[in-house]
């Protein structure tokens, strides 16, 4: 496949503060590709470098051969940016936000109506057109700067945490249209600390920690070859201990960077068994998933500050 993205050996240092550490990834044209990691890990200075906003120490970076440093008008032209903060003009109604956005990238007139007009419809913001940005719903919101992220019809897409907060309808809305865009040859990067929207949404992700690249690959395929088939998740530490104090409980994982604890293991009986030792009202078995590999890959909880 043909890459869009390079990164390679990318260090980023603030003083003796080290927030990218020797990071090397690439991202495939028309491919989802999701940056994930706990608070503090360096997603956003990585993603603030390959827009052109910040210059990293050494190595090098590459968004459709460009350098976003030295290259940053065209890199930004080809470019779609959706930051975590919904910064839309209150003053503005929703058609002239994106009428505002569409001179900077000198799309006018009729030109700039019928791009308008296209974005709102595929967005589902077309009763919305003549809207106060103030009367808009967090998840209206939300769309209309992704619409607006769209208008110069950019060929690499960077979403900042786009569904942080929204309903699950919507957050389901918005994973649609982004599957829509990869599939029409959108490359798109993302941070999430959804690990099920990462799942469903990515082809690829990285997990880093602490400025560096821990793992990487396909979600499901990660979670399959790196962590065990179960887990038990346990709702007080008293079941957690009982578990513990059992003699077959040994072959089982104990992980406390969650309190309480969980565990993981590849015995479906096994895991049962101790399932019924706690009570159903104790315990809650499940397979694995991607956020149980990032626990077990960063060994911290998604939102625990560094």
Request: include cysteine; charged fraction near 25%.
């Amino acid at each position: 496949m043909e890459t869009a993205v390079s990164i390679s050996n990318i260090k980023k240092s603030y003083d003796d503060f080290i927030a990218v550490h020797d990071m090397s990834f690439s991202i495939n044209k028309a491919e989802c590709f999701g940056l994930l990691g706990p608070n503090g890990a360096g997603k956003t200075t990585m993603m603030k470098m390959l827009y052109g906003r910040i210059a990293s120490d050494t190595g090098s970076i590459r968004v459709f051969g460009l350098d976003p440093w030295h290259d940053g008008l065209s890199v930004r032209n080809l470019t779609g940016v959706v930051p975590q903060d919904d910064n839309l003009d209150t003053d503005l109604d929703v058609s002239d936000n994106l009428r505002l956005y569409a001179g900077f990238y000198g799309i006018r007139g009729k030109s700039a109506s019928k791009r308008i007009d296209e974005l709102l419809g595929f967005m589902e913001l077309g009763e919305k057109r003549k809207g106060k940005i103030r009367e808009l719903s967090g998840g209206m919101k939300r769309r209309l700067v992704i619409a607006r992220a769209l208008l110069n019809s950019p060929k690499f897409l960077i979403l900042d945490e786009p569904t942080t907060g929204l309903d699950p309808q919507v957050r389901h809305l918005i994973w649609d249209k982004l599957r829509s865009l990869r599939d029409e040859g959108m490359t798109i990067l993302l941070t999430t600390h959804y690990m099920e929207e990462a799942s469903q949404i990515c082809d690829r992700v990285i997990i880093m920690d602490k400025g560096r690249a821990m793992i990487e690959g396909n979600p499901a395929k990660l979670v399959s070859e790196n962590i065990e088939r179960f887990v038990l998740e346990t709702q007080c530490n008293e079941a957690a201990e009982r578990i513990t104090a059992q003699p077959d409980a040994a072959p089982l994982r104990r992980d406390d960077s969650r309190n309480p604890p969980l565990f993981y293991g590849n015995d479906i009986s096994l895991m049962s068994k101790m399932s019924e030792i706690v009570g159903r009202t104790g315990s809650i078995l499940r397979q694995s998933n991607l956020e149980d590999l990032f626990l077990k890959t960063t060994g911290r909880t998604l939102n625990e500050h560094q």
